[in-house]
């Protein structure tokens, strides 16, 4: 389905939740290739900013939202999905900033009549620096610096092609203020981590539990997920949701306290620990372990009988 054609029955689908097209933005690079700029795209995920006070559900301190599980919303966001083969991030902002922002965007319009507010690349240099700056254990995790930190050049790049040289300059300029997201590697461990029964992370939710390991990396391969079983990935996403219903903890190798992980097992009351760096190369599907959300350790114990 065409980018287009998505965005038609993403503008529907808010509708339906009271969400007019006056209350979102649609940013990121899909919305910079939309604009005409030559990006590459993370295929099948749209960024969406939103006026906190018109998201019909509780958001608290999320970051980034989506529908509570097993909600009426939740239910129609995977339709969505299925429908489209996109899912998306919502970010919730609050009015007066929300109004600050929209001035940063054109209307936009699409091929059904309908208009949608789209994100220019100098509200999108305003967006970075805050996500840069929230790439921290304690917001996204650092990981995220990194995984960003390619898309910043690649607009980069996409404003030079396209001459328009003094906005490609305070991009650059960005990039030079979060050099270390380009200079710095993630560290290999040096250690046999065959060997390796015991690593910690971050406590997200707390909690302790003791179960059987289930790794999933890819959420759309079809691979079975037993109720009770420890989801162990290297990081979540909406796409998670079929397992987030039957787990009763999640171990991830990324993340910070307000990563999708951290908020969804919150909101589930689960036990959860982000950030280990390893859990997906230490833990094998139907390993035993404990899960002690409390201290943050992830321990491989004996399955009793």
Not at 196 to 219: D, H, M, W, Y
Not at 233 to 243: A, L, Q
Not at 271 to 294: F, M, Q, R, S, W
């Amino acid at each position: 389905m065409g980018i287009e054609k998505v965005l038609e029955n993403l503008e529907e689908l808010f509708r339906q939740w009271g969400i007019s097209s006056r209350d979102w933005v649609f940013t990121a690079q899909y919305a910079f290739r939309l604009l005409g700029y030559d990006v590459e795209v993370r295929e099948g995920h749209l960024n969406i900013q939103v006026n906190k006070t018109k998201i019909p559900w509780e958001v608290g301190e999320a970051l980034e939202t989506h529908p509570p599980i097993n909600t009426e919303c939740s239910k129609e966001y995977l339709r969505f999905q299925e429908k489209t083969g996109f899912e998306f991030d919502i970010a919730p902002v609050f009015p007066g900033d929300f109004k600050r922002k929209a001035k940063f965007t054109v209307l936009y319009n699409l091929p059904n009549k309908k208009q949608i507010r789209v994100q220019t690349p100098e509200g999108g240099l305003e967006e970075l620096d805050i996500i840069l700056a929230l790439c921290t254990d304690m917001g996204w995790g650092v990981e995220k610096g990194f995984r960003v930190m390619p898309s910043v050049e690649d607009q980069w790049r996409a404003l030079l092609k396209k001459k328009e040289t003094g906005l490609a300059k305070k991009y650059e300029k960005l990039i030079k203020k979060y050099s270390y997201f380009r200079k710095v590697k993630k560290q290999s461990v040096l250690r046999d981590l065959t060997k390796v029964v015991e690593f910690n992370g971050i406590v997200a939710s707390k909690g302790k539990v003791k179960g059987i390991v289930n790794v999933i990396l890819n959420p759309e391969a079809t691979k079975k997920f037993e109720k009770g079983e420890i989801l162990v990935t290297t990081m979540t996403s909406p796409k998670f949701t079929v397992f987030y219903k039957k787990t009763s903890a999640i171990v991830t190798d990324s993340g910070g306290m307000l990563c999708h992980a951290a908020i969804v097992a919150r909101e589930m009351n689960v036990p959860c620990i982000i950030g280990t760096k390893i859990a997906t190369k230490v833990l094998k599907d139907g390993d035993y372990i404990e899960v002690d959300a409390n201290s943050g350790i992830v321990k491989k114990i004996v399955c009793p009988k």
